[in-house]
Nanobody
Framework: VQLQASGGGLVQAGGSLRLSCAVS????????MGWFRQAPGKEREFVAA????????YYTEAVKGRFTIDRDNAKNTVYLQMNSLKPEDTAVYYC??????????????????????WGQGTLVTVSS
């Protein structure tokens, strides 16, 4: 399985970006896909997750109402639409996949350790 993240860039505060994560190599019935981010000098933190089969979504409190995670079955791609961006959203964003995530409770989704596959990261910089 390979994950290819893209869509990062430089944007002003209040602006929007859409990140994409193209997934190749597997089918997805039990997959959970997640987005994480890591700012300089900080731990990697959970942003959002989606159950591939049902489309059920989960978000960290800091991005609720501003970010939306979605997936396109035909394109095998997961998206993270980010609106009303703030300077504190600046980070490298990573997509990740857990092939058996659908068999776990959602309380596990914020844990990076459950994800078997990771994309290479895409940098998002939000200027004030």
């Amino acid at each position: 399985v390979q994950l290819q993240a893209s869509g990062g860039g430089l944007v002003q505060a209040g602006g929007s970006l859409r990140l994409s994560c193209a997934v190749s190599g597997r089918t997805f019935s039990n997959y959970v896909m997640g987005w994480f981010r890591q700012a300089p000098g900080k731990e990697r933190e959970f942003v959002a997750a989606i159950r591939w089969s049902s489309g059920t979504t989960y978000y960290t409190e800091a991005v609720k109402g501003r970010f939306t995670i979605d997936r396109d079955n035909a394109k095998n791609t997961v998206y993270l639409q980010m609106n009303s961006l703030k300077p504190e959203d600046t980070a490298v964003y990573y997509c990740a996949g857990d092939p058996s995530g659908n068999l776990k409770g959602s309380r596990y989704y914020p844990r990076p350790s459950i994800y078997n596959y990771w994309g290479q990261g895409t940098l998002v910089t939000v200027s004030s």
